[in-house]
């Protein structure tokens, strides 16, 4: 590991001033993914400034019902926390499906925003990845891709965003706040992950030297009732294959709201804006969620190796809305 | 600015504090190992997967393989060393060795560890992914248990064993609540 300087910030504005004009500066949370990244050798920073103990770390509740999530908040406090668990139980469960318990003790909001993809070529320092070394050619492409992109991919990358917790915050519309020198701003989560397009290195419209603070989850009656539901190889403790967090409002069999939003099928979490409008004032069946399901995967183009996450995703959609329709019955 | 790649810390493990001066690229792992000698906090794969290096800090668990020793200034630091009361074991160390929790042995700190950790996490009512309903406190049981532990890793094989002994520390616990 390269040496590094480390400072400790004690609030948000010596924090990004401590970055400021430091290229090679990194913030350092709770260090689950930065720290394993640096042991092998993929990041190398020179200097860490340390916010984990910035007073970002709780929740703060509007009038409107809104909820503000603070960067440093661990994982573990946001999945425990009530206003989460009952207004927004999908939430909950994401981030409890993600990791392990020392990990979620450890890892914050803010990391589990800009945390790196799992795809093995991004990690194996032998091999071409245009994620770590840009312009090097994408190993993953006609490689080991079994667990890599159906939708959104392009020729220069087609590995998977893991995070289970932005699935279901990119669901309920979440808003991700950031510091930067020149002041606060504001960028939703729908266009936090930039697509992948030939610069698959540029991942996030984080300017540069901005710290996150924080993220708002606006009000949303129908969160109350939804779910996050994950397929993965092994029973816990490992990435998903596939992902969905789903909320449903029915009223007289007809569905009024709803929000989807996939897992471990693109570069970012895939919010499945086709699959909303088809059912939106439509009938709460399972044909109707199969075909709803059927409108968002139609733009899917899986690799050589990867097909059958297309039925698996689909699958996903029917259960979970049909688990959500007879649980508000 | 001036370059510091080494930070003069002070570490309270077990109740004890400790000055040194470390390199800043030391996990909190290795400080406790090399530098505390504490070598029952294990280093299995060293990249936070295994969940051997388990210790509590601030009475949470966390991997010390991950965790930079020079962050971890001024918080408490509980090892296995740290568990017992004098000759008197912790009771979940008792029941591990009641339930024959553990064959080798080289997973056995960590687990004893995030296991103590689980049990003050139930008794907070933290939901887990084996939890039906996150509104709900979870119930204590062997399901939850073996989600809980999922980040302690026994090539050995002892799970069947170490759910075992967990679930009884934890009932245990519920009983004296």
Same mark, same amino acid.
């Given at each position: ?31 689950? &993914?930065?720290?394993?990244?640096? =042991?092998?050798?993929?990041? &190398? ?40 668990? +009952? ?24 990391? &589990? ?32 891709? +079994? ?31 950031? /510091? ?36 708002? /989850? ?11 539901? =994950? ?9 998903? &294959? ?88 | ?177």
């Amino acid at each position: 590991m390269r040496e590094f300087d480390y400072r400790r910030a004690a609030d948000a504005h010596e924090a990004v001033a401590l970055l400021s004009g430091e290229p090679e500066a990194r913030f350092l949370g709770g260090g689950t &993914n930065l720290v394993d990244l640096m =042991k092998t050798g993929v990041e &190398n920073p020179a200097l860490l400034v340390d916010v984990r103990g910035l007073p970002l770390d709780r929740i703060e509740v509007a009038g409107d019902g809104a909820l503000t999530i603070g960067a440093t908040m661990t994982n573990s406090d946001l999945a425990a926390h009530p206003e989460v668990r +009952h207004r927004y139980p999908a939430l909950a469960e994401a981030v409890l499906a993600g990791a392990s318990g020392q990990l979620r003790n450890m890892a914050t909001v803010g990391g &589990n925003l800009l945390q790196r993809t799992r795809c093995g070529y991004f990690t194996d320092l032998s091999r071409p990845c245009n994620k770590r070394e840009p312009g090097s050619g994408c190993s993953a492409l006609n490689g080991e891709h +079994h667990n890599h992109a159906i939708l959104g991919w392009s020729e220069h990358c087609v590995a998977t965003n893991p995070s289970d917790m932005a699935v279901a915050l990119a669901a309920f519309d979440a808003v991700v706040r950031v /510091l930067t020198p020149e002041g606060s701003a504001e960028i939703p989560l729908a266009d936090f992950y930039l697509p992948v397009g030939d610069t698959p290195h540029r991942e996030t419209a984080l300017p540069d030297g901005a710290l996150i603070t924080g993220v708002t /989850l606006p009000a949303a009656p129908v969160a109350a009732r939804s779910r996050y539901r =994950k397929v993965r190889e092994r029973a816990s403790y490992a990435f998903a &294959n596939g992902s969905i967090a789903a909320a449903l409002h029915v009223e007289d069999g007809t569905v009024r709201d709803v929000r989807i939003a996939f897992g471990a099928v693109a570069s970012r979490p895939w919010r499945a804006r086709e699959a909303e409008r088809a059912l939106i004032g439509g009938p709460a069946t399972p044909e109707a969620f199969a075909a709803a399901a059927d409108a968002e995967l139609a733009a899917a183009r899986p690799l050589a190796h990867n097909g059958y996450k297309v039925p698996l995703i689909r699958n996903l959609v029917v259960s979970t809305l049909t688990e959500l329709q007879e649980a508000a019955r | 600015m001036t370059s510091t790649r080494s930070t003069e810390i002070s570490l309270r493990v077990n109740g004890e504090t400790h000055s040194l001066t470390v390199d800043n690229r030391t996990t909190l792992l290795d400080a406790l190992r090399e530098r505390l000698d504490l070598t029952g906090t294990k280093k299995g794969c060293d990249q936070g997967q295994c969940g051997a290096c388990t210790v509590l800090l601030d009475r949470q668990r966390v991997n010390s393989c991950l965790q930079l020793a020079v962050a971890a200034e001024g918080r408490d630091v509980t090892t296995i060393e740290g568990l017992a009361d004098g000759e008197e074991l912790h009771p979940v160390q008792q029941a591990f060795v009641d339930l024959d929790g553990y064959q080798c042995g080289y997973c056995t700190p960590g687990q004893i560890c995030s296991a103590v950790a689980v049990i003050e996490e139930l008794a907070r009512e933290w939901p887990s992914a084996a939890t039906d309903d996150v509104r709900r406190p979870p119930a204590v049981s062997e399901e939850e248990i073996r989600e809980r532990m999922s980040g302690n890793l026994c090539r050995c094989g002892a799970y069947v064993n170490i759910v075992r002994a967990v679930t009884q520390a934890a009932k245990n616990e519920q009983v004296n609540a």
